[in-house]
C-alpha cells in the first residue's frame, strides 16, 4: 500500500521524469511519489489554498498554480526530489491575477525537448491569460475577454510559441505569443464546457473533455489545430464529468471521469478501447509518466466519503492493450 495524500481532495497529478510523479491537494500541500519504489517521498506546503496544476520544467524546477491566484517557482531539495528533506527551495512568486489560476504552460524560444522554457503563459478565473518573464517574474501581457474563465491550456509541441486554451465559455481559443499574448483565434467548443484538454504528438488535434452529468454531454472532442479549430469529432464516452485527460502515444489518449472509470481511447477517430472500473469513488486527476519502452505509468487520484484514494497503474504495451498492472494503490485506511 502507499500513503496517501493528508488533503481530502486531490484536483491534478502528472508525471515528474526520473519515476516520479505528484499529486496536488486542496490544502495547498504537493505530494510526491516514486512509481519504481511504490512509495510516498514526501511532501511540502505550496501554498495556503489548493493547488490546482503542477508543472515540471525540467533542471530541477517546478511550477505550481494555487486557488490563492498566485504561481509560484520551485527547486527541488538536494535529495533529488521535490518530498522529503530538505524541503524545495521557493525561487519565484508570480503575482497579478485577481483569482484562482487554473492553467500553466511554459514556452520554449526553440523547439525540441532540450530547449529550455523562457516564458509562461497562465490562465485564471479571473477571464484573463497572462504572459510572464519566467527567469525575473514580470509580467509580460495579459488579455480579459469578457467570460473566458480559462479551464485548461496546453502548449504545441511542434510550435513552443502557440497555446491552445479551453474555457468556460464554450468556446476553444489558440494564442500565439510571439511577441505579446494578443495574437488569437477563436472557435466554438460545443455546447458542453470543456475542462480538460491535452495536445496530439504531432501538434495536430486539440483533444478536450467536457463536462456533464450524462453519457450524452461527457464528450471527448478532437479539434483541429492547422484547421482553424474545426471540430473534427465528438464522442460520447463517459457518464459523468471527464476530469483528466492524457495523451499517451501517437494514437492513444487516457481519460479519467467521476463515474469512477479510467478508459482507453484511439485517436484521431476518438474510440473507447478499454475501460477500467468501477472505483470505489470519483476520479479527480491523472497523472502519467511516458516511458521509453512499454506502456505508461500512471498516478490517478480518486475522492469518496472516506477520504482520497491513489492508483498506481502500469500498462505494458504502448498501444494499452490489456488491463494494467496495479503497482500500488492508497486509501484511507492505509495509515491503520
Known sequence: KLLPPADDV????????????????????VFCYSWERRCLLGSFKAHRKAVNRILPLGGGRLLTASADSTVRLWREGTNGTFGGQPAPELLRTFEGHQMSVQA????????????????????????????????????????????????????????????????????????????????????????????????????????????GFSRQNCEVKLFDIRGGLAQVVATACADQTIEALRIVGPDRCLIASKDGYIRTLALPEVRVLEERGPAAGAYTALGVERQRVGGPVALIATASPSGPGLELLKWQDAGLAGDPTVLAVASADSYD
Open 10 to 29: 486531490l484536483p491534478w497529478a502528472c508525471g515528474l521524469g526520473n519515476g516520479q510523479l505528484a499529486v496536488s491537494g486542496i490544502e495547498g500541500n
Open 104 to 211: 500553466l504552460a511554459a514556452l520554449c524560444d526553440g523547439v525540441g525537448e532540450d530547449a529550455p522554457p523562457t516564458r509562461l503563459f497562465t490562465g485564471s478565473r479571473d477571464c484573463s491569460v497572462r504572459l510572464w518573464d519566467l527567469e525575473t517574474g514580470t509580467e509580460v501581457h495579459q488579455h480579459k475577454i469578457l467570460r473566458n474563465v480559462v479551464t485548461a491550456v496546453r502548449r504545441l509541441p511542434d510550435q513552443p510559441n502557440v497555446v491552445v486554451q479551453a474555457s468556460e465559455d464554450l468556446q476553444i481559443r489558440l494564442w500565439d505569443t510571439r511577441g505579446d499574448a494578443s495574437k488569437m483565434t477563436a472557435a466554438p467548443g460545443g455546447p458542453n464546457q470543456l475542462i480538460c484538454l491535452d495536445v496530439t504528438d504531432d501538434g495536430r488535434y486539440a483533444v478536450c473533455g467536457s463536462k
